[in-house]
Every structure is written in structure tokens, then in C-alpha cells.
């Protein structure tokens, strides 16, 4: 099972239908796979080896799927890179995962002190490769048919480098389509960053012979844009994208071939996916996606009358909810979101532990925390390394930032805590309000959380900031 083999299936199935839309216009399978092969003889020539790390940074578009599976085509690990990430960011990834080289469409700087040169591509366009010094020893040496490592996004500490397999791939992805159902009649809008969920999206929709329409940007007016112009079918977003679509000044609405919408990578406020529903006609669906196991929870057929579940684990996956000596919780409570099921990670890169080092009882520990209503259906509560203590109740940061984001004037919120000599802890918050939007004031904002929170979980104190810190896949960095 090899991932770049996916494409030469869907080249062969599919040559003359689109498969992705991007500035440039549009490339059909079989031309993208000509791109695909003529780059990866040409690393082949510059002696990119197999178990070697690649690493690519590049904007969304067909350069980043072009250089990824070409790297992959000649036996190497394959490292994305966002393109926003900062020079410091970098730095401290590549020093503990080193890389052969490194593709890029030209954003950003080379690395200082490595050697640079232009690739050409068959339509003219250019990728500069990046010779990086050392030895290039295998980038996973531990893990036999390693495809990718990806590290995580770092919001509340030091990122994690997950390795990931070519049959831990294929397995995600077409588990990941038993509840998507994609197929080759479906355009998929793309918002998100492709360095980030590339591994089953990305590929899943290349493989089911979709095409994907990637968004000039992440701002509303663009989504509608590219959605009506090209008559898109299917929209992956997260919770930010619902809100500004749902707030969105136009009026206009969504093409009628759009019947699908999901949101992944937070929480999703229910009340966001009502006033979605009600402005565009289309429910939203919740996926719960993590690297380390891919999209194991979706839920698509409920969405409409329960949005704030991530439904059920697709079949394949098993879902536990667990207290903290790994028993299941009673029915209704909240525990540990644990899952197992196909296509999970092999490991993770520094300090190297394989997947069974990792495991408990057989179970990946997300980190989240979550409960079960009565009909089974699984409900997100928030971080287990976020929760506040206020006068012994727990509060969820996610789920008061959920509510301060609903506020019209509020673009994103961070949620925090602060110590209390009487309750223990108490509740803190930072609110970046939008850039041209609705005035607010703080006791304003304030009384939107008094209405809709319990008191124990409305901020005792917020404070207005001009920006908040963000990581490179968008997330607001917390500690």
C-alpha cells in the first residue's frame, strides 16, 4: 500500500476530470500526474532517497500537492511545512526533525546558509529546491514505511512530531469516506491549510476523483465566490468560517448543489450551525479530526437537530469515555475521549516512541474531554489540560470562548485563568474584536456571557487586545 499510488489509480480512472482549481486555473488527473512524475524523476536526479525527509512549504494549490506526492514518489518521509510559520518556529522543527531538502513555491526565505535552486515544472511555474547540510539519514528510522510526519499545532505547549504510515494513510482516508461518501461528481471548496490536513483530506478527495476548489483566501466573500462560481458541492471549514459566513453582508446565498457543509478542528457553537442553517438552507456538520488517529467522528445525518454533538465514531473506529483510572465514566458524565481503530499513527518523532509506548489499554488519549446525551451521541466539553476550577465546579475554556465568539463585535477570544484567594480559581478573557465591525464594550460583552453562561463560568474579568497570538495553522495559542 503506497499513497502515491493513489493518484496513479485516479489518473488512469479519471484523466480528463478536474482535479484541482487554484489561481492558476484548472488541472485535470491526468495532467497533474504528468506534473507529479516529471518532479519526482527530477528529485530522483538530485538524489532525494527513499526514508530521506522532505519537507514542503508551499500555499495552498497544486505546487503543494505536486511536490508531496513526488517526494513520496521517490521513497521519502514528507514534512509539511506552513508557509506562515516563522522563521523561529522553523528553526526549532527542523532541528528536531532533519531534512534532506526542502520544496517550496517561493514563499518565505530559504534557510540561511543552504544551497537553493529552481525547478521547473511542466507549465512553466518554478519550485525552489533547498539542498539542507548534514548527513540525510532516514528522517523515521524507527518506523518502517514511514510517508509523512506532521507536527502538531502547538497551542498549549511544544508541538509533537507524528509519523505517520503509507498504509496508516490509505487505512484513515477510506474510513474517513465511509461517512463523507465523496465521489468523482463532487467538488470540494477548500479553506483550511493544506499543511495541516493534507493526509486525509486532501488525499481522500484525490483518490475518490473529486475536485478540489481551492479558496483565494479564508475570507467570506471569497468562499461565496469561489462556491458559486464553480458550483461547489461539498465546504470543509472550521467554527470561524461558519460564523463569518453566517454574518457575511451580501445576502447571497450558496449554490443549490451545495448540500454538504462540515466543520472540523474546534468546537462549533450550536447556535452558529442554527443561524448557518437558517441563512444558507444546509446544516452543519461536526467532524472530530486529530492527526493521530484521522477523522474517526462525524456527524452527518443529525446535524440539523443536534449540532452541538460530533455524532458517532464511523464504522471501524470505538469511542470510551474514561475517568482517570481508564474506566468508563457512567452514562451521561464526562470523561477522557479515547479512541482506536484504523489507520491510527505509528509513533512520534522526538524523542522517538513508537505507537504501542503511547497507547493505554489499546486507547489514543486525545486530550479532550467529552459526555455522551442520552441518544449516544458524543458531545465535545473542552480540554483536559484546560479546565478551571472555580469553588470546586469545572469550567471548560472552550465552551465560554464558544459563547464570546458569538458576540458580533468578537473576531476570536482566548479563555484562561486566573487565581482567587476565596474560589481558587477564576475566569479570565482576552477578546480581539473585528476589524471594522460592531463597537463593544466590555460590560457589554460581559452581559452577552451573563445570559447565556452560568455564573461561575462568565468571565470575573476581560480584557480588550488589539491581536491575539495565533499558530501557524490559525489556532489561538493558549499559554
Known amino acids: 500500500m503506497n499513497v502515491f499510488d493513489t493518484l496513479s489509480h485516479s489518473a488512469r480512472q479519471w484523466p480528463d476530470r478536474t482535479a484541482i482549481i487554484d489561481t492558476a486555473g484548472a488541472l485535470d488527473y491526468q495532467s497533474l500526474w504528468r506534473e507529479i512524475q516529471a518532479l519526482r524523476l527530477e528529485l530522483s536526479r538530485l538524489e532525494v532517497r527513499a526514508g530521506q525527509g522532505v519537507g514542503v512549504r508551499a500555499r495552498n494549490g497544486r505546487a503543494f500537492v505536486i511536490a508531496a506526492l513526488a517526494a513520496l514518489g521517490c521513497g521519502a518521509v514528507v514534512m509539511p511545512i506552513h508557509h506562515q510559520m516563522k522563521p523561529e518556529e522553523l528553526s526549532d522543527m527542523l532541528a528536531r526533525a532533519p531534512l534532506c531538502a526542502i520544496l517550496s513555491d517561493g514563499i ?7 544551497t537553493a535552486s529552481q525547478l521547473k515544472l511542466l507549465d512553466g511555474t518554478s519550485l525552489r529546491f533547498t ?17 509523512f510526519v506532521r507536527f502538531t499545532s502547538g497551542t498549549t505547549g511544544a508541538a509533537k512530531g507524528v509519523v505517520l504510515t503509507h498504509r496508516g494513510v490509505l487505512e484513515r482516508t477510506r474510513a474517513a469516506n465511509a461517512g463523507l461518501r465523496l465521489t468523482p461528481e463532487d467538488r470540494v471548496l477548500w479553506v483550511l491549510p493544506m499543511a495541516y490536513h493534507f493526509y486525509v483530506s486532501i488525499l481522500l478527495y484525490l483518490e475518490a476523483g473529486s475536485t478540489v476548489i481551492v479558496s483565494g483566501d479564508y475570507l467570506a466573500e471569497s468562499i461565496l465566490d469561489a462556491a458559486i462560481a464553480h458550483n461547489a458541492t461539498f465546504l470543509y471549514v472550521t467554527p470561524m468560517h461558519v460564523r463569518m459566513l453566517t454574518v457575511e453582508p451580501s445576502g447571497r446565498a450558496l449554490p443549490p448543489a451545495l448540500k454538504r457543509v462540515m466543520s472540523v478542528s474546534s468546537r462549533l457553537h450550536p447556535q452558529s450551525a442554527r443561524d448557518f442553517h437558517a441563512r444558507y438552507g444546509v446544516p452543519v456538520a461536526q467532524g472530530y479530526g486529530i492527526i493521530e488517529v484521522g477523522l474517526p467522528i462525524m456527524n452527518i445525518e443529525e446535524a440539523a437537530e443536534h449540532p452541538e454533538a460530533i455524532g458517532r465514531p464511523l464504522p471501524g473506529f470505538e469511542a470510551a469515555l474514561l475517568d482517570e483510572t481508564l474506566k468508563p465514566v457512567a452514562e451521561g458524565e464526562t470523561g477522557h475521549l479515547a479512541l482506536r481503530g484504523p489507520g491510527m499513527f505509528a509513533g512520534y518523532l522526538s524523542p522517538p516512541r513508537r505507537r504501542d509506548e503511547i497507547l493505554r489499554d489499546g486507547w489514543f488519549l486525545t ?40 458576540h458580533p463585535a468578537v473576531l476570536r477570544s482566548r479563555v484562561t485563568t486566573r487565581p482567587h484567594p476565596q474560589t481558587g480559581e477564576v475566569v479570565h478573557a482576552e477578546v480581539q474584536l473585528r476589524s471594522g465591525g460592531p463597537a463593544a464594550t466590555r460590560e457589554e460583552i460581559l452581559t452577552f456571557c451573563r445570559h447565556r453562561l452560568s455564573n461561575y463560568k462568565v468571565p470575573t474579568s476581560l480584557e480588550m487586545v488589539a491581536e491575539l ?10 499559554g
Open 108 to 114: 518565505g526565505p530559504a534557510p540561511a546558509g543552504e
Open 367 to 406: 486530550g479532550d474531554v467529552a459526555h455522551r446525551d442520552s441518544a449516544g451521541r458524543i458531545v465535545l466539553d473542552g480540554r483536559t489540560s484546560s479546565v478551571i476550577h472555580v469553588a470546586g465546579l469545572k469550567v471548560f475554556p472552550e465552551e465560554v470562548a464558544a459563547v464570546l465568539d458569538q
Open 131 to 147: 539542498r539542507m547540510a548534514g548527513p540525510h539519514l532516514p528522517l523515521a528510522p524507527g518506523i518502517e514505511d514511514a510517508a
Open 469 to 478: 497570538n495565533l499558530t501557524s495553522s490559525g489556532k489561538v495559542r493558549h
